[in-house]
């Protein structure tokens, strides 16, 4: 698929009126996704874990207009809010070649989110993943009749598809969102039909051991991040490890497939948390540099590798851009790494708090 084959080409505007509805999960990455160019494009694959109970909730209510601007409103739990307003029109604008029905409705995009707003989980692939796949179903309802040869099979591979390349125009990571339980996105040797335009679900073997497999968010600091991912991205130009970097992200992704089909968990915690850390280190020699991790951060870290030197255990930490840690294991290990959590690491988390989650299906529409 080319950019070119997602541009909606005939459509009808004699709908006046309604509404769609979809849950949109957030994802972990395994292998991280940092830095990109042009327009949204990564400039190394990434695979993530999609989440099951971190979602957003999205309605879409649309309504025929005359003129031919862009217009919406943004409700937050229930409120109108003004402040997300800005991220949506740049999307609606990186978007309507795509979906030039957008200029012919008003939409009042309802949302919110399962997990507290000031957690500091980011909500913008959770987010941006709703928004899309309402955008597809309203298409799906605009196209009707016009796309009747085409068998639903082939129709459900291209929503999920577009969807995940809309997502992708409002935040990266957003793209990995659609689908579960494993989704890889950015174009890489050992995974056939990767594409830097849209995440795919990852059809490779994956071993028992990573059924149900578990993360559990610990709340470090739930304040807004000094330095955005936005920013995060643009200081990998001219990094004096890029290069390195991106094709380690390469060399990780073809290690985690085999660890994937062969369930060996060592690994696995050393290729996540060589990933989580290197993230971290990209972050800390770009000029300018930053440094997104607290000094409970470490504490945590610390406590991981103690517990795992003296227990037999195989939770493992991953960090995304911020100063939290999502601590991944088997289900296998859920009431004693929960007893850990309370005892030795809850005490590092802002007022105590945590979130408990686990791999997931992918978003789910709620009313079409
Ligand atoms: C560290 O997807 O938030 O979480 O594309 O600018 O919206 P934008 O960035 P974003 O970056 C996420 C980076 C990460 C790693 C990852 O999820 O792969």
């Not at 979809?22 to 940092?34: D, G």
């Not at 989110?113 to 980011?122: K, Y």
């Not at 009749?145 to 459900?156: A, K, L, R």
């Not at 859920?334 to 408990?356: D, M, P, R, W």
């Given at each position: 698929m ?5 541009i909606?080409?005939?459509?009808h505007t004699?709908i ?17 996704y ?8 990564p400039?190394?694959p990434s695979i993530?874990f ?5 979602k ?5 209510t649309y309504?025929k207009?005359e ?5 919406f409103?943004?409700?937050f739990?229930?409120?109108?809010n003004e402040?997300f307003?800005?991220?949506?029109q740049?999307f609606?604008e ?14 009042k ?24 796949l ?18 639903e099979?082939s ?7 577009k ?17 579960g339980?494993l989704v890889?996105?950015g174009?890489?040797e ?8 849209y995440?795919?679900?990852?059809e490779?073997e ?16 739930k304040?807004e991040?000094q330095?955005?991912?936005t920013?995060?991205h ?35 915690v050393?290729i996540?948390?060589?990933e ?7 972050m800390?020699t770009s ?7 607290k ?17 037999n255990?195989?939770?493992?930490f991953?960090?995304?851009a ?30 105590g708090?945590?979130?408990?989650d686990?791999?997931?299906k ?5 009313m079409?």
């Amino acid at each position: 698929m080319t950019a070119q084959d997602f541009i909606l080409k005939s459509y009808h505007t004699t709908i006046e009126t309604g509404s769609v509805k979809w849950a949109s999960p957030s994802n972990i990455a395994l292998v991280k996704y940092w830095g990109k160019k042009g327009n949204q494009i990564p400039e190394n694959p990434s695979i993530s874990f999609t989440l099951s109970d971190c979602k957003t909730i999205t309605e879409i209510t649309y309504t025929k207009k005359e003129d031919t601007n862009f217009s919406f409103d943004v409700y937050f739990e229930g409120e109108k809010n003004e402040a997300f307003k800005p991220k949506i029109q740049t999307f609606f604008e990186r978007i309507e070649t795509y979906m030039p029905f957008l200029r012919n409705y008003h939409f009042k995009i309802d949302t919110s989110n399962t997990f507290p707003h000031s957690s500091g989980i980011a909500s913008s692939a959770s987010g941006m993943s709703a928004i899309a796949l309402c955008l597809m179903s309203i298409e799906k309802e605009l196209t009707k009749d016009t796309n009747s040869n085409e068998s639903e099979e082939s129709h459900n591979a291209y929503f999920n598809q577009k969807a995940s390349f809309l997502a992708r125009l409002g935040s990266g990571s957003a793209c990995r969102s659609i689908e579960g339980e494993l989704v890889v996105w950015g174009e890489t040797e050992s995974v056939s039909d990767s594409s830097d335009l849209y995440g795919v679900k990852f059809e490779g073997e994956v071993h028992d051991n990573f059924k149900n497999y578990q993360d559990t968010i610990l709340l470090v600091d739930k304040g807004e991040k000094q330095v955005s991912s936005t920013v995060g991205h643009k200081l990998m130009f001219g990094h004096p490890f890029a290069k390195e970097r991106f094709s380690q992200a390469h060399e990780n992704l073809a290690k985690l497939k085999a660890i994937l089909a062969s369930g060996n968990l060592d690994a696995f915690v050393k290729i996540v948390e060589s990933e989580a850390l290197t993230l971290h280190a990209m972050m800390m020699t770009s000029m300018p540099y930053f440094i997104l991790m607290k000094p409970n951060t470490l504490e945590i870290i610390n406590k991981i590798w103690a517990y795992r030197e003296k227990t037999n255990s195989k939770v493992c930490f991953t960090l995304d851009a911020g100063a939290n840690v999502h601590l991944l294991y088997p289900e296998s290990e859920k009431v004693v790494i929960l007893k850990f959590i309370q005892t030795e690491l809850a005490s590092f988390c802002e007022n105590g708090h945590y979130i408990c989650d686990q791999i997931g299906k992918g978003a789910e529409l709620i009313m079409e």
